[in-house]
């Protein structure tokens, strides 16, 4: 029987190969990209003997090949071949690789070091940089039939793997699956929010996930807290569906900037995910318009803040990297903006809650430094001159 691990480690191998695949015909450049997908199925496909038997993976007698193939897996994930892609000028898409690319280093890095359970449990984060990405970016995929065969993944899984290789209706119906099932618990609302994902920034579609959530209502006895943000989402959908042509006739930057503010005003807090819909119809706007090659200097970086205050505010539910890497965005490559300065507070407030707790907060030494370094470009302060 597989373990869950072995679909973790087929979630990169699909998610990077979907990334990478060219819209229209075979070409040149797609198949340097398939001869690269296959050198990481290779690993992927030894690796997969020793994912299934935990007791294989930490035992030392196979560290040497673990290592090895872990190393390979590593060096072909690459965004060499996207440097010419449409969606480079949307900061989030070639950040997105690049945290792949720094969660297998610390994967690769740990497992050397000894601690192989810790490397297990960075592996298990990777559906949500897949999702994060898939979510938001167009791109064709080679692998809308691959199927699971293997019915001991619980509906959860097997949702976050039809959505990781971009098999969308699939993702939906499982995720719905979950939601109906009598012992869902927690999961029926992290299953729904990812489902919100698919009907606001997939397939926008607000009368179909009005659908779906009244019958969730109707036919599940909910939580008190469950049935409340559902309804949150139903007045949300509600008015979506029936927006005007004034709002329609806005510009996507104002519309992104209100549902945001919109969306604030609903929740009580993070944890609380009542503004969902507001939130991710704004990023899925912020988004496209990053995607903008034309688009002025001024106004992309107002799209950039936005979209870390969005992201800042979001449930945990896609890579927990997206708000810092869109502040520091927006503080690196506009540096003396206001823009710049609203993203330095709020990712200092961000790494304060972070790093706070019962006995107050403790902010590590080099967060402290990298702090100092971005308040001085946010708000423009020059170095000292060199006594040199």
């Not at 979907?18 to 997908?37: D, F, N, R, Y």
């Not at 480079?88 to 280093?105: I, N, Q």
């Not at 520091?328 to 990712?347: F, S, W």
């Not at 402290?368 to 040199?388: N, V």
């Amino acid at each position: 029987m597989k373990s869950p691990l072995v679909y973790i480690i087929q979630f990169l191998v699909l998610c990077a190969a979907s990334l990478m695949v060219p819209v229209l015909s075979v070409s040149a450049e797609k198949l340097t990209v398939k001869q690269q997908m296959d050198k990481v199925y290779v690993a992927y496909q030894q690796l997969f003997e020793y994912a299934t038997n935990e007791e294989d993976f930490l035992s030392k007698k196979n560290d040497r090949d673990i290592k090895q193939l872990l190393t390979e897996l590593r060096v072909h994930f690459n965004g060499e071949n996207l440097i010419d892609s449409k969606y480079e000028s949307d900061p989030g898409y070639s950040a997105t690789l690049d945290l792949v690319k720094d969660l297998l280093d610390d994967i690769q890095y740990r497992f050397n070091s000894g601690n192989k359970r810790y490397a297990l449990w960075r592996m298990r984060a990777l559906p949500d940089y897949c999702i994060s990405c898939h979510s938001r970016f167009k791109v064709s995929s080679d692998f809308t039939g691959v199927t699971i065969k293997d019915k001991s993944l619980t509906p959860l899984e097997q949702a976050e793997f039809y959505f990781a290789t971009r098999q969308f209706q699939k993702a939906s119906e499982q995720f719905m699956k979950v939601a109906r099932a009598e012992d869902a618990a927690s999961d029926r609302i992290l299953s729904l929010r990812k489902w919100l994902l698919i009907y606001t920034r997939v397939y926008p579609d607000p009368s179909g996930a009005l659908r779906e959530l009244n019958k969730i209502r109707k036919d599940i006895d909910l939580a008190p807290y469950e049935d409340e943000e559902i309804y949150g989402w139903i007045q949300s959908l509600r008015r979506w569906k029936n927006e005007g042509s004034s709002v329609r006739k806005q510009s996507n930057v104002r519309r992104a900037e209100n549902l945001i503010n919109q969306g604030l005003q609903m929740e009580d807090s993070k944890s609380d995910g009542s503004g969902l819909v507001e939130l991710l119809r704004a990023t899925s706007m912020l988004h496209a318009l990053l995607q903008n090659a034309t688009l002025p200097k001024e106004e992309r970086g107002h799209v950039t803040y936005l979209l870390g205050k969005a992201y800042s505010n979001l449930p945990q539910m896609l890579a927990h990297e997206l708000p810092g890497q869109f502040l520091q965005e927006c503080i690196r490559e506009y540096p003396g903006t206001k823009d710049a300065r609203r993203c330095y507070n709020l990712y200092q407030r961000n790494m304060v809650v972070q790093f706070s707790g019962s006995a107050g907060t403790s902010l590590p030494d080099d967060v402290k430094l990298e702090l100092r370094e971005l308040y001085k470009l946010a708000y423009e302060i020059p170095e000292p001159p060199s006594r040199i």
